[in-house]
């Protein structure tokens, strides 16, 4: 029983809670001491779990990142000041459709200016237009070799701005990839001590201070915008959830967003529902996360298949160094991937708020902002009310 509480509970680590890894950090403490009785007493998973299991490591395998020297020399590093992007020739001509591709060829060099040769730095990509409120989430491909591609759909006509950001590099991955495995139960504390008139602020962690970085831009080697022609064909499939176009979440799935801009129009969709949500502090702003309910929610699609489950993924948020080892984006992506994995194939509805945050112009916050919320709530009321 404690066996597979552990085995779901690796997986249901995923309460995502908008980036949020508190309940991840208890889940692990109690499967670290369950684990170690485990191999003490050598007792294997069955062959279903331990498949299961495979399955769900893979969906989070991420490049090898090289073991950091000794000494470790820093200007050894993945530097964004250094690294560039290019924009790649289109295909077929120079002119650029609604409905085309867009490639951008990037790569990594240290602070010594030299290429990097192996892969593993986490890059996020979007391609946007502001004066449009248009944005769209890029797929970052890892070549392995230092070099990387992003691929965008061009989903609007008129200029498209590409963006590219360094979140960590390899060497930093290396770093996560230890305290992960070393440090599971790391939490960072913010003390504030008061005597009369004087204060002092403590953390149970001492970050010195550095030149490491934290999402910074990547510079292009030229231009950095495309122009994007009227479409000549239908579009293809980008295998994205959607795009922002004048501040408005299009999705690219089967779901047609509507859009609740008032009360009347959100109680009438709710009227005679029942909306069950589960949330850690996000649902101040509305609904998040499933912590170890698959089964239950396989149980419940069995019993009643009509019944809408809708899920909320993970969100990129705002990083300072100390949040960087205990919250990082790379974490929160590994879970994210995580939840999409155990619910692939089952009749569950996704809000992609990995996708909604990165392609938005709004500041990764783990609260995304007002706008960004306002857009999630279309989508899932577009769910609840289809018509």
């Known amino acids: 029983y404690l066996q597979r509480i552990c085995v779901f509970a690796a997986r249901f680590s995923l309460c995502i809670c908008c980036g949020s890894l508190h309940l991840l950090l208890n889940v692990q403490r109690f499967c670290i001491f369950y684990f170690i009785l485990r191999n003490l007493f050598d007792k294997p998973l069955s062959l279903a779990d331990a498949k299961e299991e495979r399955m ?9 990142t090289p073991p950091l020297p000794a000494p470790f020399l820093f200007d050894q ?131 010195p201070p550095s030149k490491v970085n934290l999402k910074v831009f990547i510079h292009s080697s030229g231009p950095a915008n495309v122009m ?74 069995n019993r009643a298949p009509d019944t809408l489950v809708v899920i909320m993924t993970a969100n990129l948020r705002g990083l300072t160094p100390s949040e960087s080892l205990n919250y990082s984006d790379w974490y929160t992506l590994q879970l994210d991937k995580v939840l999409r994995a155990v619910f692939k194939g089952f009749n569950v509805r996704l809000v992609d708020a990995w996708e909604m945050t990165l392609a938005h112009h709004l500041p990764h916050n783990i609260h995304p902002g007002r706008p960004i919320v306002k857009n999630m709530i279309d989508i899932l009321l577009s769910y609840i009310c289809t018509k």
């Open 228 to 301: 994007v022609l009227p479409p000549m064909k239908g579009n293809g499939k980008s295998g994205l959830s959607g795009y922002y176009y004048q501040g408005v979440w299009r999705s690219l799935g089967g779901t047609k967003v509507h859009q609740f801009n008032n009360s009347s129009a959100i109680s009438q969709c709710l009227k005679g529902k029942v909306v069950h949500m589960y949330g850690d502090s996000t649902l101040r702003q509305w609904f998040e996360y499933f912590d170890s309910i698959r089964r239950a929610v396989i149980r419940l699609l």
């Open 56 to 64: 769900l490591l893979d969906s989070i395998a991420w490049p090898e």
């Open 77 to 207: 590093t993945s530097d964004p000041a250094h690294s560039i992007f290019t924009i790649l020739p289109g295909r077929g001509g120079v002119d650029r459709h609604v409905g085309d591709q867009l490639e951008v060829m990037i790569q990594i060099y240290d602070f010594q200016g030299n290429p990097k040769k192996s892969g593993g730095d986490v890059l996020l990509a979007r391609l946007h237009n502001r004066a449009l409120e248009a944005g769209v989430a890029g797929r970052v491909v890892d070549h392995l070799n230092g070099s990387y591609s992003a691929v965008f759909p061009l989903l609007w006509e008129g200029s498209a701005h590409v963006e590219v950001t360094l979140v960590h590099s390899s060497e930093a991955v290396t770093v996560l990839h230890r305290l992960y495995r070393e440090h599971p139960e790391r939490v960072l504390f913010k003390s504030l001590f008061r005597s009369g008139s004087s204060s002092e602020t403590t953390y149970n962690v001492f970050f």
